[in-house]
């Protein structure tokens, strides 16, 4: 390992950076890597290991990142690398139905609460998962429009570029060129913890809404949980109404408990959306659910979707690997241990020198603004002091630990976060927040 503490993008990755933006748009192949919302360069990643990124100027720093989110184990864990280079050695692509992705689903199904007397559709990434389901939504009821909490991200689907939080909100894009007004007419915006919005939203256009899609605890407006009795409500409302309940769970699938967020706090939708972590790493999604939504799609029905590379060998033999590492080792536990001290540890150091700071955990999946008041939606998360956290961000990246270039996004552990890394974090965080404007 690296002794270089430094993570800020040092003169390898600034020629790198430059050299890509003469080939890639803005230099980067998604948005929030670029660290627009925070100053500076990228550093550039070599390689990673346990839950250290090691970047091309030689710096190995602790992740909080954790490829926004799938490294449950931490990188590299080589119980799922070598499942890969297994399943390598036979082929990287097949385009047909093998023996292993029966037992993938089998095994997804096995976890999630809405799949277990249901079915799963195997795609290669969290978008396709998110649009294919709404789609199936819509095709199920015979009804076109949805509803979407503001700020919540869900993939980068014409429909659903609208108060979109991630890399939108941290570009303050308000929405997307080259997306058509019709595209999104039929789109209904609602706060995230406000049921009685949806309620009304409803009651407005009576017998139309096919589906609300959620998080059901948000991470791309920063983390920010669900109120007690929110996904409850939402629950009620879409039974009543006749409309399809969908979570996306591409974050916290797996991550909050073994079968994800409706196993946390037992709601269970009609459909979920997985991605990142259900493929350990590599790219891969899912959705599924009710057998009788599931049995609208292609070829038992008439909802087309398919993929070529949908049920990618490589990226099933990862997923296999880590659910049998959940299920064996049972982590969550330990994990979300780990991330309560982590956080209270942040907090009890800011308020020592006179930082307003909030924080939320749920398990190993954790945020914090820059702000006095507890934050429950977009608009509350909006009121955070950006160019706080950005001198944040790069101080603590100076001092080896890199967390998302972005206020609006959450934050992870994982199994390999062990006591050091969780010592030099806090010890970190406590020179940062000394040297911090005081509010």
């Known amino acids: 390992m690296s002794t270089r503490e430094d993570g800020r993008a040092g003169p390898r990755s600034k020629e790198l950076f430059a050299a890509a933006q003469k080939v890639i748009p803005g230099g980067v192949n998604s948005p929030v890597r670029a660290f627009a919302s925070v100053g500076g360069e990228p550093p550039f990643i070599r390689k990673a290991t346990g839950c250290h990124l090691v970047t091309e100027d030689g710096a190995a720093v602790i992740d909080y990142v954790g490829s926004w989110g799938p490294a449950l184990l931490g990188h590299a864990h080589p119980t799922v690398v070598e499942a890969v280079i297994k399943a390598a050695r036979d082929g990287l692509s097949f385009g047909a139905a093998t023996a292993a992705e029966v037992e993938f689903a089998e095994r997804i199904c096995e976890f999630v609460p809405s799949m277990r007397e249901g079915m799963v559709r195997l795609v290669s990434s969290g978008t396709e998962a998110t ?46 060129a080259g997306v058509p007004v019709q595209a999104v007419r039929d789109t209904l915006l609602v706060p ?17 809404i096919a589906a609300i899609i959620v998080e059901p605890v948000a991470g791309n407006m920063g983390c920010i949980p669900p109120r007690p009795g929110y996904l409850e409500a939402l629950r009620e409302i879409t039974t009543r109404e006749g409309a399809v309940l969908i979570f996306d769970e591409v974050m916290t699938g797996f991550r909050v408990a073994p079968g994800g967020a409706q196993e946390r706090f037992g709601v269970t939708p009609d459909l979920t959306c997985l991605g990142k972590i259900v493929g350990g790493g590599m790219p891969v999604g899912a959705y599924g659910g009710r057998r009788e939504i599931m049995s609208k799609i292609a070829p038992l029905g008439p909802v087309y979707q398919g993929g070529t590379l949908s049920g990618n060998p490589l990226s099933v033999a990862a ?41 939320v955990a749920v398990g190993p999946m954790f945020g914090f603004f820059f702000q006095a008041e507890p934050v429950w939606n977009y608009e509350q998360a909006k009121r955070s002091d950006l160019d706080r956290f950005a001198r944040f961000h790069s101080e603590m990246l100076a001092r080896g630990v890199y967390f998302a270039p972005s206020q609006f996004e959450a934050a992870f552990l994982s199994t390999a976060h062990d006591d050091a890394a969780i010592e030099h974090t806090l010890a970190a965080a406590d020179a940062v927040f000394a040297a911090l404007p005081k509010t």
């Open 131 to 176: 649009m294919s389901a709404l789609r199936l939504a819509r095709g199920f009821t015979g009804r076109d429009k949805i509803i979407k909490c503001e700020g919540g991200y869900h993939g980068h689907a014409d429909m659903l570029l609208v108060a979109a939080g991630s890399g939108a909100a941290t570009l303050n894009i308000p929405g997307s």
């Open 192 to 208: 995230y913890n406000d049921a009685e919005a949806v309620s009304q939203l409803f009651g407005a256009h009576p017998g139309q």
């Open 319 to 359: 997923g296999l690997a880590t659910l049998d590492l959940i299920k064996r080792d049972k982590p969550h536990d330990a994990l979300e241990a780990t991330t309560k001290l982590l956080c209270e540890g942040l907090a009890t150091r800011a308020k020592a020198h006179g930082v307003d700071f909030t924080h």
